[in-house]
């Protein structure tokens, strides 16, 4: 007999270019707005392209509570905003669960980095001999997992903080899906986060991957990606608990798949994107027919499209479901993106639309599908893909469904 537990979603919290909040990012995303602008920080002088995604209108006092704020990088500040925002919304107390077995796991790719200089500047003043406490206090700020725990204090959690690129949200959540169906916690506080960073702007600006002007995912006209910010938190929880308190539910997350096509340090291998697609499918007990929407990983770059595009190819044969890349509107937020992925799949099901691909104008033929171009589709939604390829070849593939029983809502 199968002893594992039926996992939902209860909670979100959304920090973006397009909207902070999860009815602002719904609103946003229904009206397929981008969110691009001129980048503020970091100083893009020199740059050839400028344009990104930041995230606007964020207080970090209104949500850091209990630690010294200096010590809390922009990305540890996100995860800690937007995990109070999805417990919050899930209609849970952290002081409630401090005592509870938990897991916070939240991944990043550069996690504090955009901190180093400041860091450094802040430490070196003060002399070597008061160098170890103060870098230790201040280079935690890159366990964003653990500045998570400590600022909500949460302290019975196994924190895990997930560095594996672009994929790292999706990663994250499959390890919190695996505490909660196994009955290893009550909970898990699973997600990404990531702030803009110059190292990672100077790497794709060097690697000619930055778009000019928009990201245009599938279009014959992309030239490229746009960096972006933000974080993406949910809250997990065995379906019996969490109906039983009347909690609502956004989606049931049915499985999940992990693999490393090891082919290429960038590139993306079509072979192992479309294995990792049908070790998720099989993890759900879902057949390819049954998805109804792929929330792609969709960088708007050259190879990364056509080879999502020929795995999906692989994968579904002609009957790819539609396929929404919504980096087209918040950029790409790095170990967030997938994150983010997964709350615009929850949202799909939950509140009945496919969100679309902006800035679109004409379908590359080599991408043969239908990325739903600029507006959003009203849509009975059951079942969600919602893909991820990172570099160094980590693919993570994340399912989503319509728990039983569940209605449509519009809130």
Not at 34 to 55: C, K, M, N, S
Not at 165 to 185: K, L, P, Q, T
Not at 386 to 405: E, P, W
Request: charged share 25%; hydrophobic share 40%.
């Amino acid at each position: 007999m199968d002893e594992r537990r039926r996992v939902v979603i209860t909670g979100i919290g959304v920090l973006s270019s397009i909207g902070n909040g999860v009815d602002r990012f719904t609103e946003a995303l229904r009206a397929g707005r981008a969110g691009t602008a001129e980048i503020e920080q970091p100083d893009t002088e020199g740059f050839p392209h400028r344009r990104g995604h930041q995230v606007r209108d964020f207080t970090p006092e209104a949500w850091v509570r209990h630690l010294p704020l200096e010590d809390v990088g922009r990305a540890a500040q996100f995860a800690i905003a937007t995990t109070r925002m999805a417990l919050a919304d899930a209609g849970l107390d952290p002081a409630e669960l401090a005592a509870r077995r938990g897991v916070v796991s939240v991944g990043t790719t550069d996690g504090g980095v955009p901190d180093l200089d400041r860091i450094v500047e802040a430490v070196l003043p003060g002399g070597l001999e008061d160098m170890p406490a103060r870098m230790a206090r201040r280079v935690s700020a890159a366990q964003l997992s653990t500045q998570v725990a400590r600022d909500l204090r949460l302290g019975a959690v196994e924190a895990t903080t997930i560095a594996t690129a672009c994929a790292a949200g999706n990663y994250a959540i499959g390890n919190g899906f695996d505490a909660v169906r196994s009955g290893e916690c009550d909970y898990a506080l699973v997600g990404g986060a990531d702030a803009l960073c110059r190292k990672t702007l100077v790497t794709f600006t060097r690697l000619g991957l930055v778009a000019r002007e928009e990201c245009r995912p599938f279009d014959s006209e992309r030239d490229g990606m746009l960096l972006g910010e933000g974080a993406g938190m949910l809250v997990l929880e065995d379906a019996r608990s969490a109906l039983a308190r009347g909690a609502q539910v956004y989606a049931e997350v049915l499985g999940y798949g992990l693999n490393c096509d090891a082919h290429h340090p960038v590139a993306p291998e079509r072979s192992g994107v479309a294995r990792c697609m049908r070790l998720a499918l099989d993890d759900a007990a879902v057949k390819p027919e049954d998805v109804d929407l792929v929330v792609a990983h969709g960088t708007g770059t050259q190879m990364n499209d056509v080879t999502e595009a020929q795995a999906l190819r692989d994968v579904f044969g002609d009957g790819i479901p539609r396929t929404t890349a919504i980096k087209s509107m918040i950029g790409h937020t790095m170990g967030a993106a997938s994150a983010l992925g997964a709350v615009a799949g929850a949202l799909a099901i939950r509140r009945g639309f496919i969100p679309p691909t902006a800035n679109h104008r004409r379908t590359d033929p080599e991408c043969p599908v239908d990325c739903v171009p600029n507006h959003a589709v009203g849509s009975e939604v059951r079942i969600v893909q919602n893909n991820a390829m990172a570099f160094g070849g980590n693919n993570a593939v994340v399912v989503l469904g319509r728990h039983h029983g569940q209605g449509v809502s519009q809130k």
